[in-house]
Structure formats: C-alpha cells, structure tokens
C-alpha cells in the first residue's frame, strides 16, 4: 500500500520560513513524479508544485514562484518544500501528492495524497 | 490560467437517489485533461475519476464521468451513505494546474 506521510507544518509569522517533508512507502519513489497542493481555510484545493523523478524539472505556481523550492531526495524516500518569505495567504493545509505520471513524465492528477500538515502563518 | 467553476457549491441528496455534479471551465480543456477527486472532512483527497471518463483503481461503477471542452459532469447514480463528501474537479490541460471550488454533497 502506497502511503505518504507530511511533516514539518508549524505556526510562524509572516516573513518566515518552514521546511516541509513528505516521508513515501509502498512505491518506487525514485520513478514517481510529485506535488504539493494546498487547502486554505474556507477554501478549495490548489496545486502549488511539481518534480520530475528524477528531480531535473520542476514546476511552480507562479504565487510562490522565488518563495518555494521543492526537492527530492530518492535516497531516503522523501520530497520536501522550502518556503520562505511566507505569508498569511499561504495558510493551508499542505498535502504532498503521487502524479499519476512516472519517470520524467507528468500526468498532472494525482492518484495517491497524503493527510496533509497544517502551516498557519500569522503574527 | 483556466478557471474552473462547480456547481451546485451545496447538493441535497437523499441515500440511493442520483447525483450530478456539474464543472465549467473558462477556457476548453483538450483532451478531456478533466479529474475529479473526493475529500472527507479530515481525510486526504482520492482520486476518482481521470480524462474526464476512466475510473481510477478501485472506484465503484457507481461514479462516473463525462463531458469535453468546457462542460464536464460527474454522476453518482445511487448515493451511498460514505459518498457524502465533496468533490473537487481539476483540469491538467496547462499549467498552472487548477482546481473547482467544489461541491458538498449532503444528506437530504
């Protein structure tokens, strides 16, 4: 059974920064393409990034574009997202995401989410 | 960027009754590129159905998808008590990639 498992979400204030981690079992993570996509309080979901398996490509929405880098690291299962210059529109509940896609190959919809981890950015 | 919008934001169904939930999208969406997820309070998303018509692994017949361009529609023939839930649409079309507000299918 695939499972995806966040952590890192946290209480900080706007101008911060915070590491998010995706810990995956159950799958060939290191052909697996993957995403964030985010939930605001009251509000529907949004895609925030992507990464090819091999990590080479990356994708962004552009709201956090030069704010957000998402990475991989296949050695130890585990996808990330630095955030930095947060703001209070990027509380959210963070769910990391399995592509549908393989390789360097995206299908863009996801078949496989996480519980998600809750970033709160307030003062 | 493509905006997709559902309706309706709220649906009153009763157990064993039809629902249709609808999706449009600002701009067409080729290839039928139209996804459809469902999310539980407190749960993660689960993918139900993709290219606007196939059923993703393990979903029951029950749910089913249809539509292009612009209009796309997913049904639930004989609402379940663990169907009630809401759905979100999303097109893979272009980036950036883009949700539907949703739609909360409720117990009538």
């Known amino acids: 059974e695939v499972q995806l498992l966040e952590s890192g979400g946290d209480l900080v204030q706007p101008g911060g920064s915070l590491r998010l981690s995706c810990a995956a079992s159950?799958?060939?993570?290191?052909?697996?393409?993957m995403s964030w996509v985010r939930r605001g309080p009251g509000k529907g979901l949004e895609w925030v990034s992507s990464i090819s398996a091999s990590g080479h490509n990356t994708y962004y929405t552009d709201s956090v574009k030069g704010r957000f880098t998402i990475s991989r690291d296949n050695s130890k299962n585990t996808l990330y997202v630095q955030m930095n210059s947060l703001r209070v529109e990027d509380t959210a509940i963070y769910y990391c995401a399995k592509d549908g896609g393989y390789g360097d190959y995206l299908y863009n919809w996801f078949d496989t989410w996480g519980q998600g981890t809750l970033v709160t950015v307030s003062s | 960027e493509k905006v997709m919008t559902q309706s309706p934001a709220t649906l009153s169904v009763s157990p064993g009754e039809r629902a249709t939930l609808s999706c449009r999208a600002s701009?067409?969406?080729?290839?039928?590129?139209l996804a459809w997820y469902q999310q539980k309070p407190g749960q993660a998303p689960r993918l139900l159905i993709y290219g606007a018509s196939t059923r993703a692994t393990g979903i029951p017949a029950r749910f089913s998808g249809s539509g292009s361009g612009t209009e796309f529609t997913l049904t639930i023939s004989s609402l379940q008590s663990e169907d009630f839930a809401a759905y979100y649409c999303?097109?893979?079309?272009?980036?950036?990639?883009?949700f539907g507000g949703g739609t909360k299918v409720e117990i009538k």
């Open positions: 159950g799958l060939t993570f290191s052909n697996s393409v």
């Open positions: 999303q097109q893979y079309d272009n980036w950036p990639l883009t």
């Open positions: 701009q067409s969406v080729s290839n039928s590129y």
